[in-house]
């Protein structure tokens, strides 16, 4: 079943604002997580991974955070685009530690939504 | 540099068909990954492949299955279609056999009436 999970379903923000979408895991062995956007109609796009001995991670415009202690990740966007309007999902890797299978778990995304 | 690639982009059967659906990964990239997305979900792990062998197999019925070619290139069959089975297919190509770094493909939407 599913160890990830999201707080919201739906985000909105205004362009050029910063956006945040939160996630949860359940199982405190997840040691690999990916962040991915997922146009309409299109496939799941990469955006970042983090592993489980770092707490944030920095891309292009995006950060990643992770709270081991609370089991909780979240993606940070800055200077929102309308581009950048699509359904984020996080993915969490390995239910056991030293699991070499390359299985992902994935939420039901948030949805975000850029408004000029 | 070419992603993954998917074929064909949609599909339309009756129920009871058969169906392949057909991936090609990321030049490079050894592991082949299938996944179901039903609408508004998020997707589901099908099966892993790894240098030609199964790696990995997600809670699904015996009527899917997959297999990887030489060339790392892979196909998932799904035999006697139901209309639950109608969704999105996607595959995801990573250099290893961990989860690290998968990328996906656009997908093959497949609908069953």
């Known amino acids: 079943g599913e160890s990830v999970g999201l707080h919201l379903p739906t985000l909105s923000v205004q362009e050029g604002d910063n956006s945040i979408i939160n996630c949860a895991y359940s199982?405190?062995?997840?040691?690999?997580f990916i962040w991915y956007k997922q146009e309409s109609g299109k496939g799941p796009q990469f955006i970042i991974d983090?592993?489980?001995?770092?707490d944030k991670r920095q891309g292009q415009r995006v950060t990643v955070l992770l709270n081991k202690t609370v089991k909780h990740l979240s993606l940070q966007i800055a200077a929102t685009q309308p581009g950048d309007s699509a359904v984020y999902f996080c993915?969490?890797?390995?239910?056991?530690?030293?699991?070499?299978?390359?299985?992902?778990?994935f939420g039901r995304g948030t949805q975000l939504t850029v408004w000029p | 540099d070419a992603g993954v690639t998917q074929s064909p982009t949609h599909l339309i059967k009756t129920r009871g068909q058969h169906v392949t659906l057909r991936c090609s990964p990321i030049?490079?990239?050894?592991?082949v990954s299938w996944y179901q997305q039903v609408l508004g979900q998020g997707p589901q792990f099908i099966f892993q492949?790894?240098?030609?062998?199964?790696?990995g197999r997600g809670n699904f019925p015996d009527r899917f299955s997959a297999r990887q070619f030489p060339n790392y290139s892979s196909e998932l069959n799904v035999n006697a279609l139901l209309l639950g089975d109608s969704a999105l297919y996607l595959c995801a190509s990573s250099f290893s056999q961990g989860p690290y770094e998968q990328y996906f493909g656009p997908g093959t939407r497949l609908t069953v009436t």
């Open positions: 492949y790894y240098e030609k062998e199964e790696r």
């Open positions: 993915a969490d890797a390995g239910i056991d530690r030293g699991s070499t299978l390359g299985r992902l778990y």
């Open positions: 199982n405190s062995a997840s040691d690999y």
């Open positions: 030049s490079g990239h050894k592991s």
């Open positions: 983090i592993r489980s001995n770092m």
